[in-house]
């Protein structure tokens, strides 16, 4: 047990029987009234976010949460097969818990994996990873300038927007959060 006095980002709190992340989370004293703790948290499973007000100094129940590096080997039918980096134990993931990491992920990658009594939770990617381009509409002459995107397909099957002038073949740096492009990579 810990009190709202503990609450950090990143902290995984059990609620109703359900953990949640804490993402975000603002101690308030008002000039009136009692203190409380303003937080936004994250269903761990479901990934549905929602604001949560704690009073100040209230028990809160937080969940022990492992996170532990693992390689990503490769897809077994739907699940996902990863190898514990330290122990080489391999572990199946259904495709519920890799959820959109699926479109980021190549196999050998490394990853985090966060679980909680031996359960996956979630999968953590790095902030960005260099993928290849594998199709994209060819540019035309003139699409150097500046503005203007078009529909890529990564090695993973992912699309993401590029700029008009990135051809097939080319490696690409991609934010893992929102599937955006960061930029070219050059060999």
Do not use: C
Request: proline share 4%; no cysteine; aromatic share 8%.
């Amino acid at each position: 047990m810990a009190t709202t006095n503990d609450i950090k980002n990143g902290t995984v709190l059990r609620l109703d029987g359900q953990l949640w992340t804490v993402i975000e989370f603002q101690h308030v004293k008002p000039g009136k009234g009692g203190a409380f703790v303003r937080t936004k948290i994250k269903n761990v499973m479901t990934g549905k976010t929602i604001d949560k007000t704690f009073n100040a100094g209230l028990k809160i129940e937080t969940a022990n949460v492992d996170r532990r590096d693992f390689q990503y080997l490769y897809q077994d039918g739907a699940d996902y097969v990863f190898m514990d980096t330290s122990t080489y134990d391999q572990i199946t993931v259904s495709p519920e818990i890799v959820g959109d990491a699926k479109d980021y992920m190549l196999e050998n990658q490394n990853v985090l994996i966060a679980s909680n009594d031996g359960q996956p939770l979630y999968i953590e990617l790095p902030a960005s990873v260099v993928l290849e381009i594998t199709y994209t509409e060819p540019g035309l002459q003139g699409d150097r300038s500046t503005g203007g995107t078009k529909p890529a397909t990564l090695e993973t099957g992912a699309q993401i927007q590029v700029p008009l002038f990135l051809e097939q073949g080319t490696k690409v740096k991609v934010d893992t959060r929102d599937g955006s492009y960061l930029g070219r990579v050059n060999d």
